[in-house]
C-alpha cells in the first residue's frame, strides 16, 4: 500500500514522468492506428447502410468518438487542474495544459461533423439548441483556457487561474450530457446508454466503439507527446533537461 | 460488402460531400496536430542544444 503510494508520487516528477511517457507513446500510436484501421473497417464495409439516413448516417462513427472525447478530456484536464491546486504539483499543471489544444480539437471536429451532419438530415447546419449550444460552449472553455494561460507569463501562476477557469467549466459537461433529456431539442437522444440497450444495429454500436477507442488512444498518445515538450520549456534550466541525451547531442529522438 | 464499384463508395449514396466532409477534415486536423507537436519538440530542443553549445564555448 505505502509502496504504491510512493510509486505514484515519484511519477508525479517530470523528471521521472518524462521518460516513462517516451516510452509510452510508440505503444499508444501503435494501438491508435490498430483501431483506427479496424474502426475505418468496420465503419464502411461491415456496418450496413440505415434505413431512414442511408450512408449519411456514417458520419456517426467520428462525430460520437469526437464528441465523447472532447467532454471526456475536459474532465481529465479538470482533475489535472483539481490536484494542482489541491497539491501544487508540477506535472499536474503541465498534464492539464498539454490536454487543452486536443480538447479544443475534438470539439471542433464534434461541431464540425455536426454540421455537416444537420444540414442533410435536419436540413440546417446549425441551431440553437441545448445539446449544440452547450458543445460550443465547451469548444470557446476551451478556447478561453489556453487564451487565459497564454496571457499569463509566469507558468505556475497561469496555471492556476487556468485551473479554476477549468473547474469553473466542469458544470457544463452535464449540461451537454443531459441536454437531450432536459429540454426539447433537434438532437437525437444518448446513442449508448448504461441502463438500456442501445438504440442501433449491433455492427453500428461495435464501429463507433472502436472508433471511440482510437481518438482515445490518439488522445492519450498526442496529450503526452505534447506535455514531454512542456516538460522541456519549462524546466529548460534544469539539471535534469540539460542532461538529458537528446540535448547533449546523443540520439536525435 | 455496401458497395459495387469505387465511384458508389465515393458518391455515399449522394451523401458524399457530408461524409467525406467529415472524414476528410477529421484526418485532415489529427494529422496536423501531431505534426505540429513535433515542430514544438523540436524547436524546445534546438534551442536547449544551442544554449548548452554557447555554454561550452564560454567556459573554453
Partial sequence: ?253 | MNWGSAGEFLAMGGYGLYVWGSFGVCALALAMEPILVRKRRSDILRSLRRERMAEEMETQ
Fill in chain 1, 1 to 253: 500500500m505505502s509502496n504504491g503510494l510512493i510509486n505514484w508520487f515519484r511519477y508525479a516528477s517530470p523528471q521521472s514522468f518524462y521518460p516513462l511517457a517516451g516510452k509510452m507513446i510508440p505503444w499508444f500510436w501503435a494501438l491508435a492506428a490498430l483501431f483506427t484501421g479496424v474502426g475505418l473497417w468496420i465503419s464502411f464495409f461491415v456496418a450496413p447502410t440505415d434505413a431512414v439516413q442511408g450512408e449519411g448516417y456514417r458520419i456517426i462513427f467520428i462525430h460520437v468518438p469526437a464528441s465523447w472525447m472532447s467532454m471526456f478530456i475536459y474532465c481529465v484536464m479538470a482533475g489535472w487542474a483539481a490536484i494542482g491546486l489541491a497539491l501544487n504539483t508540477r506535472l499536474s499543471g503541465m498534464m492539464a495544459t498539454a490536454l487543452a489544444p486536443t480538447g479544443a480539437l475534438m470539439a471542433f471536429l464534434s461541431l464540425w461533423t455536426g454540421a455537416l451532419w444537420g444540414k442533410p438530415m435536419w436540413g440546417t447546419w446549425w441551431v440553437w439548441d441545448a445539446r449544440l449550444t452547450s458543445e460550443l460552449i465547451l469548444f470557446f472553455l476551451y478556447i478561453g483556457f489556453i487564451a487565459l494561460q497564454a496571457a499569463i507569463d509566469d507558468p505556475r501562476r497561469a496555471d492556476k487561474a487556468g485551473a479554476i477557469l477549468a473547474l469553473v467549466g466542469v458544470v457544463n459537461i452535464p449540461i451537454i450530457y443531459f441536454s437531450v433529456k432536459w429540454w426539447n431539442t433537434l438532437h437525437q437522444g444518448a446513442s449508448v446508454s448504461l441502463n438500456k440497450s442501445p438504440s442501433m444495429a449491433q455492427t453500428m454500436l461495435w464501429g463507433m466503439l472502436v472508433m471511440a477507442l482510437a481518438f482515445w488512444m490518439y488522445a492519450i498518445a498526442i496529450a503526452l507527446m505534447r506535455a514531454r515538450a512542456i516538460m522541456l520549456e519549462r524546466e529548460a534550466h534544469t539539471e535534469w533537461v540539460r542532461s538529458l541525451p537528446e540535448v547533449t547531442g546523443g540520439s536525435a529522438r
